[in-house]
T-cell receptor
Framework: SQQGEEDPQALSIQEGENATMNCSYK?????LQWYRQNSGRGLVHLIL?????REKHSGRLRVTLDTSKKSSSLLITASRAADTASYFC???????????FGDGTTLTVKP | GAVVSQHPSRVICKSGTSVKIECRSL??????MFWYRQFPKQSLMLMAT?????????EQGVEKDKFLINHASLTLSTLTVTSAHPEDSSFYIC??????????????FGEGSRLTVL
């Protein structure tokens, strides 16, 4: 199966609530990245967390990484309708150099 | 900085024709570019890795004679879908890695090209 699997597949919340998405992977990684994709558009890089880091913040985003469990989470706090998009995690596999994407979580934030 | 331009954004062609999609890094040198295919509501499927000046590395199951990739310069990679058929209709996205920041693993994406084969 694919390296990088997100859950939930779909998430619907009200504006102002927090949204948490999870990503699991299978092999050793150099780093893990989260991307956002608006419908029909390319991907936008959100945040990168290295394999030796456990937590990282960027504005309303908080990412955690647990290499022992091979999992990561993305938390979006105080969500806005504009956060509605699909979110993907991508892993850069050690010694492979290429990024592999998970199936993504589709987030809908209702105003 | 770190802008990737992909062209065309939309293309409609007849079955049997070939279509070329360009991916350009506008303000950095992309030693490596990647081509993905994305079906509706699905993830990105890596098709091939394109390294400047060498042959592309294709993922298992991707026909190299069907999807021709050329990375002739540090700022341009092209994907040509040869003898396109309706099943090739999809959203194709390229990404590029900045050679000066290759160790970060960060990718910069084009806006994607939607191919519709009639």
């Amino acid at each position: 199966s694919q390296q990088g699997e997100e859950d939930p597949q779909a998430l619907s919340i009200q504006e102002g609530e927090n949204a948490t998405m999870n990503c699991s992977y299978k092999t050793s990684i150099n780093n893990l990245q989260w991307y956002r994709q608006n419908s029909g558009r390319g991907l936008v890089h959100l945040i990168l967390i290295r394999s030796n880091e456990r937590e990282k913040h960027s504005g309303r985003l908080r990412v955690t990484l647990d290499t022992s469990k091979k999992s990561s989470s993305l938390l979006i706090t105080a969500s806005r309708a504009a956060d509605t998009a699909s979110y993907f995690c991508a892993t850069v596999v050690t010694n492979a150099g290429k990024s592999t994407f998970g199936d993504g979580t589709t987030l809908t934030v209702k105003p | 900085g770190a802008v990737v331009s992909q062209h065309p954004s939309r293309v409609i062609c007849k079955s049997g024709t070939s279509v070329k999609i360009e991916c350009r890094s506008l303000d950095f040198q992309a030693t490596t570019m990647f081509w993905y295919r994305q079906f509706p509501k699905q993830s990105l499927m890596l098709m091939a890795t394109s390294n400047e000046g060498s042959k592309a590395t294709y993922e298992q199951g991707v026909e190299k004679d069907k999807f021709l990739i050329n990375h002739a310069s540090l700022t341009l990679s092209t994907l040509t879908v040869t003898s396109a058929h309706p099943e090739d209709s999809s959203f194709y996205i390229c990404s590029a890695r900045d050679g000066s920041r290759a160790n970060t693993g960060e990718l910069f994406f084009g806006e994607g090209s939607r191919l519709t084969v009639l």
